[in-house]
């Protein structure tokens, strides 16, 4: 088995071992890995955060040892908590990294940082004054990043700020935590889930007070919510349908 880490600000993984193949997720600077299968010019990995497993540019990335990725895994994460911070190799250049890198491996890629740095579990009213900081980010199917960012993207990375872990995408993250039976049940920072025609959970959001949700359609917006779903407060309609809300914390 070998390892890698992420030493660039944002990797993209993908479905399929091609530059051209779909964009799953992203592998931002710091996430660390399994390397599950490599060829040539790209490799299939296991990312240790939340097992999501995809096809990376051989180029993107670092080889570590079994050790160093043992050693990662057991630490509690350090996270960059600065929209966009930099930081700095050996050789004095500066590298952009953005908000919710891990910093785990600066000493073992030899970089510095001194922006801030958030690490530990935070209360649960502090959920959604953090979704707050992706606000207007532009959707982006398989983003991560401020600079484009998916439903499940998002709430995975608010979550993971707050010290908190959610699977990947928004079916994975419909099967945690405590399902509601009413949405009077709820508190801000609970997550609320969404199906297709075909009983499919394709989206996800995050509960706010007075009935409001925060979520990302077409970039990260704020909308009503009611027993129906979600209702687009431009559109003036109602664009997602109501599957299940899940207490998570």
């Given at each position: 088995?070998?390892?890698?880490?992420?030493?660039?600000?944002?990797?993209?993984?993908?479905?399929?071992?091609?530059?051209?193949?779909?964009?799953?997720?992203?592998?931002?600077?710091?996430?660390?890995?399994?390397?599950?299968?490599?060829?040539?010019?790209?490799?299939?990995?296991?990312?240790?955060?939340?097992?999501?497993?995809?096809?990376?540019?051989?180029?993107?990335?670092?080889?570590?040892?079994?050790?160093?990725?043992?050693?990662?895994?057991?630490?509690?994460?350090?996270?960059?908590?600065?929209?966009?911070?930099?930081?700095?190799?050996?050789?004095?250049?500066?590298?952009?990294?953005?908000?919710?890198?891990?910093?785990?491996?600066?000493?073992?890629?030899?970089?510095?940082?001194?922006?801030?740095?958030?690490?530990?579990?935070?209360?649960?009213?502090?959920?959604?004054?953090?979704?707050?900081?992706?606000?207007?980010?532009p959707y982006l199917w398989g983003g991560k990043t401020p600079f484009g960012i998916?439903?499940?993207?998002?709430?995975?990375?608010?979550?993971?700020?707050?010290?908190?872990?959610?699977?990947?995408?928004?079916?994975?993250?419909?099967?945690?935590?405590?399902?509601?039976?009413?949405?009077?049940?709820?508190?801000?920072?609970?997550?609320?889930?969404?199906?297709?025609?075909?009983?499919?959970?394709?989206?996800?959001?995050?509960?706010?007070?007075?009935?409001?949700?925060?979520?990302?359609?077409?970039?990260?917006?704020?909308?009503?919510?009611?027993?129906?779903?979600?209702?687009?407060?431009?559109?003036?309609?109602?664009?997602?349908?109501?599957?299940?809300?899940?207490?998570?914390?």
């Amino acid at each position: 088995m070998q390892y890698g880490i992420c030493s660039l600000s944002v990797v993209p993984l993908r479905n399929e071992p091609a530059d051209t193949s779909e964009l799953v997720t992203q592998v931002l600077y710091g996430d660390f890995f399994k390397v599950l299968e490599q060829r040539k010019h790209w490799s299939r990995i296991r990312i240790a955060f939340d097992s999501y497993e995809g096809w990376i540019d051989n180029k993107q990335y670092l080889e570590i040892t079994e050790d160093n990725y043992n050693t990662l895994h057991k630490e509690p994460l350090k996270l960059s908590f600065d929209l966009v911070e930099f930081i700095q190799d050996s050789n004095g250049q500066l590298h952009p990294i953005l908000i919710g890198s891990s910093l785990n491996g600066l000493s073992l890629l030899n970089h510095s940082h001194d922006g801030n740095i958030i690490e530990g579990t935070i209360e649960k009213e502090h959920i959604v004054q953090t979704a707050f900081l992706y606000l207007n980010a532009p959707y982006l199917w398989g983003g991560k990043t401020p600079f484009g960012i998916d439903c499940s993207g998002f709430t995975q990375m608010v979550y993971k700020l707050n010290g908190h872990k959610l699977l990947r995408d928004a079916s994975q993250q419909a099967t945690q935590g405590e399902a509601l039976s009413f949405i009077e049940e709820s508190e801000p920072g609970d997550l609320a889930f969404f199906d297709n025609s075909e009983g499919i959970i394709t989206h996800v959001g995050i509960i706010m007070k007075d009935n409001y949700i925060i979520h990302a359609h077409g970039k990260v917006r704020i909308d009503r919510l009611d027993h129906s779903g979600i209702y687009n407060v431009d559109k003036r309609m109602h664009t997602h349908k109501l599957r299940v809300i899940k207490k998570i914390i």
